[in-house]
């Protein structure tokens, strides 16, 4: 069983950049896939990034991200990190950490089995 908090949310006005930090609880060495979402109101949920745990730490954007999210490991302390710049405020939102492990879940969609309560994200014009 793993835990995934998020950390690193706040208010930034556009333009600005933001770093979040998403922190297991358990070892996740072991997981398939991490991603990145996000749940702005009154949306559903999207993927944002989908980092690959074996695949030499590949990782895969959606179109509204890709240029300005980074998603990344820090293997030293077990933590899966999500620089997002020139943010926009369109890209405000409730941002969630997921994870996979070997036979559950789906790491190119939204199948994702463990996840994080969310970190709010707050962008002003």
């Known amino acids: 069983q793993v835990t995934l908090v998020e950390s690193g949310g706040g208010s930034v006005q556009a333009g600005g950049s933001l770093r979040l930090i998403c922190t297991p609880s358990?070892?996740?060495?072991?997981?398939?896939?991490l991603g990145w979402f996000r749940q702005a109101p009154g949306k559903e949920r999207e993927r944002l990034a989908t980092?690959?745990?074996?695949?030499?730490?590949?990782?895969l954007y959606t179109a509204p991200v890709k240029g300005r999210f980074t998603a990344s490991q820090e293997n030293a302390k077990n933590t899966l990190h999500l620089q997002m710049n020139s943010l926009k405020p369109e890209d405000t939102a409730v941002y969630y950490c997921?994870?996979?492990?070997?036979?559950?879940?789906?790491?190119?969609?939204?199948?994702?089995?463990?996840w994080g309560q969310g970190t709010r994200v707050t962008v002003s014009s």
């Open positions: 980092v690959f745990m074996h695949s030499g730490g590949a990782v």
């Open positions: 358990g070892d996740i060495s072991t997981a398939v896939c």
């Open positions: 997921a994870a996979n492990f070997l036979g559950g879940g789906d790491c190119l969609g939204s199948d994702f089995r463990y």
